[in-house]
């Protein structure tokens, strides 16, 4: 088991955690978080981290996706696609990995070849937040334009488009799908998937940063501030809250083992905690163990060196259905208010652009997989042809 934690100071941090055998007369096992790596690939702030059986990949506001194989304990290159800073990855099972961005794409890459399958051009605005149905068979994305998105992954098209007041920031389905959550400041609006309607609202005290389901109806959520609350999306009440940082609480993550059911949260403190959970979640949890990176941490993830399903795979869409010209306009003439069909014309794979790009001595953007260091050669030579034409129409 492993936390990996990003960090505005470009870094990403993981720590091993061991399991030490019970003491005679102690009733718990220690947890201990050991130093295991440091990785800094980016040449800007962290911005998100998600966590597959073998790698852990990371977005940044340097606009790259950063892969680091866990197994082996080394860099695996950089996917280069998207023009914005990366704000959501997703992966689902061990075959896909999904991506968003201020650019306003969504990417879906095969996390075995690292190719670019998909290209969607999802927002007219930054896309902030995308999650994946349980199934693999949908997703929801959010985005500054103020719309609540809903995606066929198995035809890889747009299936409805809500329109909300505001900029939602977080948009999370609940384990067995059957409700998710749409986070707007300090408001969680909780949704039937049955009905696609707001069956309730939850108000935190501050603007939300994170929300984690801990079962079907209890949903944790952490604010700009030191407490992380639990809430019942049946009755919406707060079942109870506990303070777990000394600053605002950035991320959460949840899991179960054989025998707990733990939370990670990690904080602008520079800690990052594992809490165990008690089966009623009117009782707060037990600190397991924590430790201080000294950084400001930004995102999350829990690596538990296991093989996940791999069935619910995306692969149908690899192949995108084609759209004829008759098609979109009979779409954009059923536009209407708050569920419409899809209004933007999808980006259809670039096989030039989503190769591999070893060989390359420039990348460009919509490349696949390109090593750290030739990155960041070409990023210093550009910089100096750059600053040499400047001098020469200067003079």
């Known amino acids: 088991m492993e936390l990996v934690a990003g960090c505005y100071e470009q870094v990403l941090f993981g720590f091993a955690v061991h399991l030490e055998p019970k003491a005679s007369g102690d009733q718990e096992q220690k947890w201990t978080p050991v130093a295991d790596f440091t990785h800094h690939a980016h040449t800007a702030s962290l911005s998100a981290v998600a966590v597959s059986s073998r790698f852990v990949v990371t977005g940044s506001k340097d606009e790259t996706i950063h892969i680091y194989d866990m197994k082996k304990k080394v860099d695996h290159g950089a996917l280069v696609h998207h023009n914005g800073t990366i704000t959501c990855l997703k992966f689902h099972g061990n075959r896909h990995l999904i991506s968003g961005a201020e650019d306003g794409l969504i990417c879906v890459w095969d996390a075995k070849k690292?190719?670019?399958?998909?290209s969607i051009k999802a927002h007219k605005g930054h896309v902030t937040f995308l999650s994946i149905h349980p199934s693999g068979k949908l997703a929801l994305s959010v985005g500054t334009d103020k719309t609540l998105r809903t995606w066929n992954l198995v035809e890889g098209r747009s299936a409805f488009i809500k329109n909300i007041k505001q900029n939602a920031h977080i948009v999370e389905w609940s384990p067995r799908g059957e409700k998710y959550v749409v986070v707007?400041?300090?408001?969680?609006?909780?949704?039937?998937?049955?009905?696609a309607s707001v069956s309730g609202t939850i108000t935190n005290e501050k603007r939300v940063s994170s929300v984690t389901f801990l079962s079907e109806s209890v949903l944790a959520v952490a604010g700009d501030e030191e407490v992380v609350r639990f809430f019942d999306c049946d009755s919406l009440m707060c079942l109870s809250e506990f303070k777990?940082?000394?600053n605002r609480v950035k991320d959460m993550f949840s899991f179960e083992t054989p025998e707990h059911h733990i939370i990670v949260?990690?904080?602008?403190?520079?800690?990052?905690?594992?809490?165990?959970?008690?089966?009623?979640?009117?009782?707060s949890p037990s600190l397991l163990c924590e430790v201080n990176t000294n950084a400001r941490l930004t995102c999350l993830g829990v690596?538990?060196?296991?093989?996940?399903?791999?069935?619910?795979?995306l692969l149908p869409a690899?192949?995108?259905?084609p759209v004829s010209k008759k098609e979109q306009s009979e779409r954009k003439k059923?536009?209407?208010?708050?569920?419409?069909?899809?209004?933007?014309?999808?980006?259809?794979?670039?096989?030039?652009?989503?190769g591999l790009t070893g060989d390359s001595n420039k990348p460009t953007k919509g490349s696949s997989l390109i090593s750290t260091k030739k990155r960041k050669t070409v990023e210093m030579l550009e910089k100096k042809k750059s600053k040499r034409k400047k001098i020469r129409m200067m003079q």
């Open 114 to 118: 690292w190719e670019c399958l998909k």
């Open 184 to 195: 707007i400041l300090n408001k969680i609006d909780v949704y039937q998937l049955d009905t």
């Open 244 to 246: 777990a940082h000394e």
């Open 265 to 283: 949260t990690a904080s602008s403190d520079g800690f990052i905690k594992m809490w165990k959970l008690k089966e009623d979640k009117g009782v």
């Open 303 to 313: 690596w538990l060196d296991r093989v996940t399903d791999t069935k619910g795979s």
């Open 318 to 321: 690899v192949e995108p259905s």
């Open 334 to 354: 059923k536009e209407s208010g708050r569920e419409v069909q899809e209004e933007e014309r999808q980006l259809k794979p670039d096989t030039k652009k989503c």
